[in-house]
């Protein structure tokens, strides 16, 4: 009787010591040190603002791609208890005591050091050695940019890892055709879907993979049938719909503006960020550094975030009150209006004055009286511009207007500037003359809106400070706002303004350039994103020694002349396919891309190349050394191949990790092309 309490149960397991040593020691290359430098390290600026406010719950719109992996990296964030209370304003700035570093850089460390035993699986799965299986691991363990992209807040090794996951799904998925349906089918199947989705999440590069697997499984099914016979940019009106962020501040806002209403108005443009109409007490200096004099008027700019400078009242130019009247009178399509601002009562202003930044169009300010012969010019017409009648009134987040200058004609627009030290580094905001036509950086529209009830000053700026109470109903429909943020992510261009470490496509593959991604403040130690130039110009070669031999082959195949046994020739076939094809994939889109590119967005094209060393090595080695004196030479060739990596790895380690300051004879001697940046301080 229950013969199961008379005996242990005992459970076996097969476990490949090879996958766990090389996923040991992936993990100790990617989280060694992992909190050093506890400091902003190049993207990390830019990754950590969307970290912040998702910690804060504040809808934001990120132009670069799709949300996933900001989320991913913001889970690491909240994991870690981290209250978005840090202002990523540099790189180099150090981290607070609140930021936890370790948990932010965790994901990405983790993403890196899984890719290590991945590779061993991916070559181990497509049919080859052992041997090649472990070369391919060592390859991706050593290689330096992988390491120094992983060990930060970035996003590439997370993307690689799913790209790799994708593809070892699939290829495990494929290994079951023979048990279709079953536990372990169906489990590769979603496993592989997810890996795709979730690199397509990740970034839009993403997709390439999914398309290549896609087309590989197409393939294998066309065999197999034969065989067998079978935060801002968004609009307001979508933001106003989301529950939190600008829907508790917008939420019961009156819908019609009024003679009298405050307001905020928000570029509809939203690049080069989100900003509204701003200004304060500081005026445009009477000269600027080229020479020429402005009105010194106060200054009026485009502000990137909430502040109570950005209010405005809209005015009726007949008449003195600020206050709403009972009941309120609408501003329509046509009127002209003045805009008083909020907390110095200043009107906005244009003339023939050039713009700083903008020379070509005027200069916009708040009129100051200095008792001079340049009387105020502040009457603007507006110009609801997707209004159904003339008769339209002028409606909160809904309608997309204009001003247009009485006495010039000039449109007020942002024209995505920054101005200088003195204007704080805000946004120029000018007013257009040459009208060429419709475009969104000279529409706004108004944001938050309540109706003014002070005609004194000082109440006014009470009224301005306090929350604005907000009882209209203009949510968006799901359908709405999930179409409104797809097209806005696929259609938003980021600034394609050149970058100091910028590159083009054709330098990446000769790895002639880097980046310089941190230096310490007081030594010379500092990080770089440099590749291992024995594996980068190794992964080339074999790229290219690929497609010879395929194209070889091919044309002997069509002689009915067969080099290579069938298996070993689909083995070959499919490894092409993957990796060569992950390659080309991951690489020649970007030569397409009218974008600002760096050399990190070579890295997932890369780590497949990479897995295709190993398979040419063994090819070559099986298939085209015709004696035993042949492959030993062959074999000892690689490892001294092998080797010299390693010795490349060592050289660049203070590089990689940043952790060991060199003495400028020591820097120089790493710098073994001329377009490597590396910085060396001046005694």
């Known amino acids: 009787m229950l013969a199961f309490l008379q005996r242990p149960a005992v459970v076996t397991a097969d476990v490949n010591l090879s996958a766990v040593a090389l996923t040991v020691a992936g993990l100790l290359s990617r989280l060694w040190r992992l909190t050093y430098p506890r400091a902003v390290v190049f993207d990390e600026v830019y990754y950590g603002q969307f970290i912040s406010l998702y910690m804060k719950r504040v809808f934001f719109f990120d132009g670069s791609g799709p949300p996933l992996g ?126 795709c989705s979730c690199a397509v999440g990740i970034k839009y590069m993403g997709v390439f993979t999914y398309l290549l697997v896609l087309g590989v499984a197409a393939v294998h099914t066309w065999h197999l049938t034969g065989d067998q016979a079978l935060s801002n940019i968004m609009s307001s009106a979508f933001q106003a719909s989301l529950e939190g962020g600008l829907a508790r501040i917008t939420q019961g806002q009156p819908l019609e503006v009024a003679y009298g209403s405050q307001v905020t108005l928000k570029s509809a443009s939203g690049r080069p960020v989100p900003c509204w109409l701003h200004s304060h007490q500081s005026t445009y200096p009477i000269m600027y550094d080229n020479g020429r004099g402005s009105s010194h008027q106060q200054q009026v700019t485009c502000y990137p975030f909430k502040d109570v400078n950005n209010w405005w009242i809209v005015k009726d130019p007949g008449r003195h009150q600020l206050e709403v009247n009972n009941p309120p009178r609408p501003v329509r399509h046509g009127d002209v209006v003045q805009l008083v601002h909020g907390m110095t009562a200043r009107l906005l202003n244009t003339h023939d004055v050039a713009a700083p930044r903008s020379p070509h169009a005027q200069e916009v300010s708040c009129y100051v009286d200095y008792n001079i012969s340049m009387p105020a010019q502040s009457l603007w017409r507006l110009d609801v511009v997707n209004r159904d009648s003339d008769a339209d009134t002028w409606k909160t987040i809904l309608s997309e207007v204009r001003f247009v200058h009485v006495n010039t004609s000039a449109i007020l627009k942002l024209s995505g500037a920054h101005l200088p030290d003195w204007g704080f580094r805000q946004l120029e905001v000018v007013g257009e003359k040459l009208s060429r036509g419709f475009h969104e950086s000279t529409v706004w529209t108004v944001e938050e809106h309540r109706y003014g009830r002070s005609q004194e000053q000082k109440e ?161 080695g099986e298939h085209l050394c015709r004696s035993e004196l042949q492959s030993s030479l062959f074999g000892a060739l690689v490892v001294a191949w092998y080797s010299a990596a390693c010795c490349v790895f060592t050289m660049l380690r203070p590089l990689t990790y940043g952790d060991t300051p060199l003495s400028p004879s020591e820097l120089q001697a790493l710098r073994w092309k001329e377009s490597w940046d590396i910085l060396i301080r001046k005694r």
């Open 70 to 195: 900001h989320m991913l990296l913001a889970l690491g964030g909240y994991l870690g208890g981290f209250d978005g209370n840090f202002a990523w304003s540099r790189i180099g700035a150090e981290y607070s005591s609140n930021v936890p570093v370790r948990s932010l850089r965790l994901l990405p460390a983790l993403a890196g050091a899984l890719s290590v035993p991945m590779a061993y699986q991916i070559v181990w799965e497509l049919g080859f050695s052992h041997c090649a299986a472990v070369g391919a691991a060592l390859l991706m363990l050593i290689e330096n940019a992988l390491i120094t992209q992983s060990r930060l807040m970035l996003l590439e090794s997370v993307l690689i890892f799913f790209n790799l996951l994708a593809v070892l799904s699939y290829l495990k998925f494929n290994s079951q055709k023979h048990r279709p349906f079953s536990l372990s089918w169906w489990l590769w199947l979603t496993l592989t879907g997810v890996a």
């Open 460 to 620: 006014r700026e009470l009224e301005l400070h306090s929350p604005a109470q907000t009882d209209v109903s203009r949510n968006l429909s799901f359908l709405a706002r999930f179409a409104e943020l797809q097209w806005r992510m696929l259609t938003v261009r980021s600034d394609d303004s050149e970058h100091k470490y910028s590159s083009a496509p054709l330098d990446w593959v000769t790895l002639d350039t880097s980046i310089a991604y941190w230096l310490h403040p007081r030594t010379s130690a500092q990080i770089h994103l440099l590749g291992n130039v024995v594996i980068w110009a190794s992964a080339g070669l074999a790229t290219a020694l690929y497609a010879l031999l395929s194209c070889w082959y091919l044309l002997r195949r069509r002689r009915n002349i067969r080099d290579l046994p069938e298996d070993a020739w689909l083995r070959w076939g499919l490894a092409g396919a993957l990796c060569a094809g992950g390659w080309a994939v991951n690489y020649l889109p970007f030569f397409l891309m009218e974008k600002t590119l760096f050399l990190y967005h070579y890295l997932p094209a890369l780590a497949f190349q990479i897995l295709l060393i190993p398979v040419v090595l063994q090819h070559v």
